[in-house]
Nanobody, 127 residues
Framework: QVQLVESGGGSVQAGGSMMLSCSVS????????LGWFRQAPGKERESVAGIGRDGRTAYKDSVKGRFTISKDNAKNTLYLQMNSLTLEDTAMYYCAVKASSILCTTPRLGSSEYDSWGQGTQVTVSS
């Protein structure tokens, strides 16, 4: 059974930084598509970033240059480093994995690409 557990959320002032972690219990972690998503109150879930098996990354336009997705294959852990946070970054953040495939050749941003999700961690940015 696939399990994803996010950590690292909390409150931060605008302009600050925060790192999220996601521990993923799955075999062949290094070969899978992994991603971060977020959902703000009253809004639909949106993609933030994705990473493929070779470390290639993709980002939502509004976070490019501010957020960095990375992974540690030895620890089965996915990360999201968030810098220069704005009020618009306030949301519940979720990590996800495409558990149905170990052939992740390109990073994926579409939520339909993923089939296993964590419970989420809240990020609140205040002025």
């Amino acid at each position: 059974q696939v399990q994803l557990v996010e950590s690292g959320g909390g409150s931060v002032q605008a302009g600050g930084s925060m790192m999220l972690s996601c521990s993923v219990s799955i075999n062949s972690f290094d070969r899978r598509c992994l991603g971060w998503f977020r959902q703000a109150p009253g809004k639909e879930r949106e993609s933030v970033a994705g990473i493929g098996r070779d470390g290639r990354t993709a980002y939502k336009d509004s976070v490019k240059g501010r957020f960095t997705i990375s992974k540690d294959n030895a620890k089965n852990t996915l990360y999201l480093q968030m810098n220069s946070l704005t009020l618009e970054d306030t949301a519940m953040y979720y990590c996800a994995v495409k558990a149905s495939s170990i052939l992740c050749t390109t990073p994926r941003l579409g939520s339909s690409e993923y089939d296993s999700w964590g419970q989420g961690t809240q990020v609140t940015v205040s002025s």
